[in-house]
Every structure is written in C-alpha cells, then in structure tokens.
C-alpha cells in the first residue's frame, strides 16, 4: 500500500487527526519485544486496542472494494454522503422545557402501548423519537402535523430538530461508561428519488449517513443488520429478515447503553431468594443495598445511580393489592417526572433481583392508536419531503423495536434498535429505613438524572426469563 496515497485517501474522508495517528501506529510492523508486551496486556486493554484494528480494516474495504469487498460491508459507491457535510447547529444546548413533558407523556404511552401481559418488556422511547424524528423530516402537510402532535405535543419540527440534537449530545456526554447512538437511512437504487434537503436535514441534527442498495440482492439486508449490530455491542445483530418488493427505504436508529453501579453489589449482597411471578413462584438471585427512596400514593421505588451520574436506573414496585397491568394502565408522563422527583434524600432498603431479556415489538398499531394515522395510508401519507418513487406514493408500512437488558451486580448493560421501513405502493421520612422487596412484578426504567426522562422503560415479571 502507497502510504501516501493512503493518507491522502484519509484526508479525503475527512478522517480525524486521532483516527490517522491510530491508524499509523497500527499499519506499522510490530517490534518481536512490542509482541512480547502485547501478550501480557489484560484483557480490558484488549479491547480498546480491537477498536481502531476493526475502524482500520473498514475504511480499506471502503477506499479499495475492487480488491477487497465482503457481503456486509457498505461500498464506497453505496455511500451517499459524499457532498453533504452536516452543518453547524446553532444551540445553547439546553433541551427545552417546552419538550421535557411531552417526551414524558410520549415516552409514557408508548411503553403502555408496547408492554405485554405477564411477560418481560422493555422499549427506549428516546430510540423510537429518534427514528420517527428522522422520518418526520420527510413528511408534509396533515402527516407532519401529526408527527409533531405525536412527538412534541404540537412543537414545530424545527424545535424538534433542536431537541433531538441537544438530547443526543447530552446523553452521549457520558464520562464513565458508554451510551453510543447512530442513525441511518437506507434506500433502493431503483424507483426511487431521495430529496438532497431531507438528506441534509438528518444529517444536521441527527448526524445519519445514507446508503443506496440493491434491495433485491440477499446481501443488502446482510449490510444493514451487520450495521446494527456493530452500533448495538452485538446484541442486536437482525432488524431486516428478508426485503419486500415495496420496501423503498428504512430509517433505523440505535442506542447502546452500559454503565457499572457508583456504588457495586458485593458478594455478601446477593443470595436467592423467591420472586413471585405471574406463573408461579421461581427462585431467582437477589441483590440487597441502600438507595435514595422514591414513592407516591400509588408505588414506592428506589433510584440507583452509575458511575456517572448522569444516569441512575429506577425500579418501582406498585403499593400492595394493585397489580402491575393496572398500575401501567393509569400512568401518565407527568406521574413518571414526579416519581422521579419525589426523593429527599430518603433512603431504603432494597432488594432487587438480577435479570437479562430481550424484547421485540412491532410499534404500527401503538403509533396509530397514539395519533400517528396518516403516515401508515397509502392513500394519503404526505412524504414527498422525503422522496418520491414511481411505484406510487412513499409510506410507513413497519415500524419495527428490538432490545435487550442486562441488569447484575456490576451495573447494566441495555440496547436497543429501531427501524421505520417505508414502503411506496398504491395502496414522609421513619426512623427505620423503608424496605422494598421487588419480589413480584414490577416497572423499571434508565433515566437521564437532568431531565427525568427514560432512556428505557421496561417490566419485570420474571427475572428467570
């Protein structure tokens, strides 16, 4: 390889000063005594050492696909950005007032909407906004107004746009743990023209690349589920099965949180211990601790921070003889903000049981059933922002949200992914500690600490499952 040529190939795709300083170290044959070295490295070290090996291996696919090209690696030709630069935004990057109760109730109707009866569930409501954003950008007229009725509770897209920017840059902030989100959008090579402006606009505030496939070759959804699970830890590694005929474009958002504990379970701290479940009694680990103490006249909870405390996991467990379903069925996104603002500096004793899952839903019935109507019409879906394909007019046909969660004495780890699939066709305080035992169903959530809004909201009703 011309090493020149190679760094003017860097320079090209604006490639930062860090990245090429990493990529000259790591194109340089390592000394037998560096060998010897790497050897003895821990694994922690490992880790970050794989990183600019795989960013390097990617950008060669990229720069010389005539020699070297695999299946699920996007082309330098499939990369439509080239041209569009994401422009400054102009922010003083606070999120507005105006959108924190409406991402509340948002947030809130769309976990009521999705959790499922007697089994675990789990959404990131900040996932679905984030793809529904992007795909607001292409709509018009009663469809946009909609999705801004929807989204922001009649904010205009423009302070949407805003939002969403300023929310990104927030929780991306994270010093002592990792919350990764990317945004795509991916499109047919045939029949169908894509605006340059709606282009920019996603890349201005939501930082998407765009890429043009070949739907009906096998290996395009092999991309863009190869892209999903690299930007979701590899937990999520399938949001396309196979494309449809219709299936003009896909607008996908992910999310990948993980984050250890400020303060770690011990060994001493975890046992078993019984949970009752909607099926019966199961025993299951436990972990035991201290934590701020939240409650209203319907629930108690606990609030249990990372590392960074930006973010602190929330568990709440409804007060006794009310069951879980009802407790989902009557909250509101302003019950949510207050819960989670109610603690003064009152602790508890908790107990709560370590669990793992993962959950799927297809969201079209819920966004429908929450106002979002026209965008799944053929027949009267206003995209022509977004693009326009001879095949007839662009659509929401799938609206599909995968994640998973892990939750155990070192901390948590949780991801999730969201894919709009566009189709175009004709058609008060006690002198002893308060005790909570999360021993039956119960709501949890991963919440940014400045705003009280969930990243994640799910259910627990059996940790073994």
Same mark, same amino acid.
């Given at each position: 390889?011309?090493?020149?040529?190679?760094?003017?190939?860097?320079?090209?795709?604006?490639?930062?000063?860090?990245?090429?300083?990493?990529?000259?170290?790591?194109?340089?044959?390592? @000394?037998?005594?560096?060998?010897?070295?790497? @050897?003895?490295?821990?694994?922690?070290t490992l880790k970050f050492v794989l990183i600019p090996v795989f960013a390097v291996v990617l950008v060669c696919a990229l720069l010389f696909s005539n020699v070297f090209s695999p299946v699920n690696t996007v082309q330098a030709s499939e990369n439509l950005m080239d041209g569009i630069t994401p422009a400054?935004?102009?922010t003083d990057g606070s999120v507005s007032q105006k959108f924190i109760s409406p991402a509340a109730d948002f947030s809130v109707s769309l976990f009521q909407k999705s959790v499922a009866n007697d089994t675990n569930s789990l959404v990131s409501p900040v996932s679905v906004y984030?793809?529904?954003?992007?795909?607001?950008?292409?709509?018009?007229?009663?469809?946009?107004?909609?999705?801004?009725?929807?989204?922001?509770?009649?904010?205009?897209?423009?302070?949407?746009?805003?939002?969403?920017?300023?929310?990104?840059?927030?929780?991306?902030?994270?010093?002592?743990?990792?919350?990764?989100?990317?945004? &795509?959008?991916?499109?047919?090579?045939?029949?169908?023209?894509?605006?340059?402006?709606?282009?920019?606009?996603?890349?201005?505030?939501?930082?998407?690349?765009?890429?043009?496939?070949?739907?009906?070759?096998?290996? &395009?959804?092999?991309?863009?589920? !190869?892209?999903?699970?690299?930007?979701?830890?590899?937990?999520?590694?399938?949001?396309?099965?196979?494309?449809?005929?219709?299936?003009?474009?896909?607008?996908?958002?992910?999310?990948?949180?993980?984050?250890?504990?400020?303060?770690?379970?011990?060994?001493?701290?975890?046992?078993?211990?019984?949970?009752?479940?909607?099926?019966?009694?199961?025993?299951? &680990?436990?972990?035991? !601790?201290?934590?701020?103490?939240?409650?209203?006249?319907?629930?108690?909870?606990?609030?249990?921070?990372?590392?960074?405390?930006?973010?602190?996991?929330?568990?709440?467990?409804?007060?006794?003889?009310?069951?879980?379903?009802?407790?989902? !069925?009557?909250?509101?996104?302003?019950?949510?903000?207050?819960?989670?603002?109610?603690?003064?500096?009152?602790?508890?004793?908790?107990?709560?049981?370590?669990?793992?899952?993962?959950?799927?839903?297809?969201?079209?019935?819920?966004?429908?059933?929450?106002?979002?109507?026209?965008?799944?019409?053929?027949?009267?879906?206003?995209?022509?922002?977004?693009?326009?394909?001879?095949?007839?007019?662009?659509?929401?046909?799938?609206?599909?949200?995968?994640?998973?969660?892990?939750?155990?004495?070192?901390?948590?780890?949780?991801?999730?992914?969201?894919?709009?699939?566009?189709?175009?066709? !004709?058609?008060?305080?006690?002198?002893?500690?308060?005790?909570?035992?999360?021993?039956?169903?119960?709501?949890?959530?991963?919440?940014?600490?400045?705003?009280?809004?969930?990243?994640?909201?799910?259910?627990?009703?059996?940790?073994?499952?």
């Amino acid at each position: 390889m011309n090493k020149d040529k190679y760094i003017s190939e860097l320079n090209k795709i604006k490639a930062s000063d860090d990245f090429q300083q990493k990529t000259a170290r790591l194109l340089k044959n390592p @000394t037998r005594e560096e060998n010897r070295d790497y @050897t003895k490295k821990k694994n922690r070290t490992l880790k970050f050492v794989l990183i600019p090996v795989f960013a390097v291996v990617l950008v060669c696919a990229l720069l010389f696909s005539n020699v070297f090209s695999p299946v699920n690696t996007v082309q330098a030709s499939e990369n439509l950005m080239d041209g569009i630069t994401p422009a400054k935004v102009k922010t003083d990057g606070s999120v507005s007032q105006k959108f924190i109760s409406p991402a509340a109730d948002f947030s809130v109707s769309l976990f009521q909407k999705s959790v499922a009866n007697d089994t675990n569930s789990l959404v990131s409501p900040v996932s679905v906004y984030l793809a529904l954003g992007m795909t607001a950008n292409g709509a018009q007229g009663n469809t946009l107004k909609q999705f801004e009725n929807v989204l922001g509770g009649g904010l205009s897209i423009n302070e949407l746009n805003q939002n969403y920017f300023n929310v990104t840059n927030k929780l991306e902030s994270i010093n002592d743990g990792k919350l990764q989100i990317a945004n &795509s959008i991916w499109y047919r090579n045939q029949n169908l023209k894509v605006e340059e402006g709606f282009l920019q606009t996603n890349a201005d505030y939501f930082g998407a690349g765009a890429f043009q496939l070949d739907f009906s070759k096998k290996e &395009s959804a092999d991309k863009i589920n !190869s892209w999903v699970k690299e930007n979701t830890g590899g937990k999520i590694d399938k949001m396309v099965d196979q494309i449809n005929d219709d299936t003009m474009m896909y607008l996908i958002n992910t999310l990948y949180f993980e984050a250890d504990w400020m303060q770690g379970y011990i060994d001493l701290n975890v046992s078993s211990k019984e949970f009752h479940a909607p099926g019966g009694t199961v025993s299951t &680990s436990f972990m035991f !601790s201290e934590e701020k103490y939240i409650h209203d006249e319907k629930a108690d909870g606990m609030v249990k921070p990372f590392k960074d405390k930006r973010f602190a996991f929330a568990a709440i467990l409804p007060k006794t003889g009310t069951n879980l379903k009802d407790y989902i !069925s009557g909250m509101t996104g302003e019950d949510f903000l207050k819960l989670m603002n109610s603690s003064d500096n009152e602790k508890a004793d908790c107990t709560l049981p370590k669990f793992k899952y993962e959950y799927k839903v297809n969201l079209n019935d819920q966004l429908k059933g929450m106002g979002l109507t026209d965008a799944f019409n053929g027949d009267i879906a206003d995209f022509s922002k977004m693009g326009s394909s001879d095949k007839g007019k662009l659509y929401i046909g799938d609206v599909l949200h995968k994640t998973f969660i892990q939750v155990d004495q070192v901390g948590a780890k949780a991801g999730a992914a969201t894919k709009v699939e566009m189709f175009a066709t !004709s058609g008060m305080p006690t002198a002893e500690p308060k005790k909570i035992i999360f021993d039956r169903p119960f709501v949890y959530a991963i919440i940014d600490t400045e705003t009280k809004l969930p990243v994640f909201i799910g259910t627990v009703n059996d940790p073994t499952k």
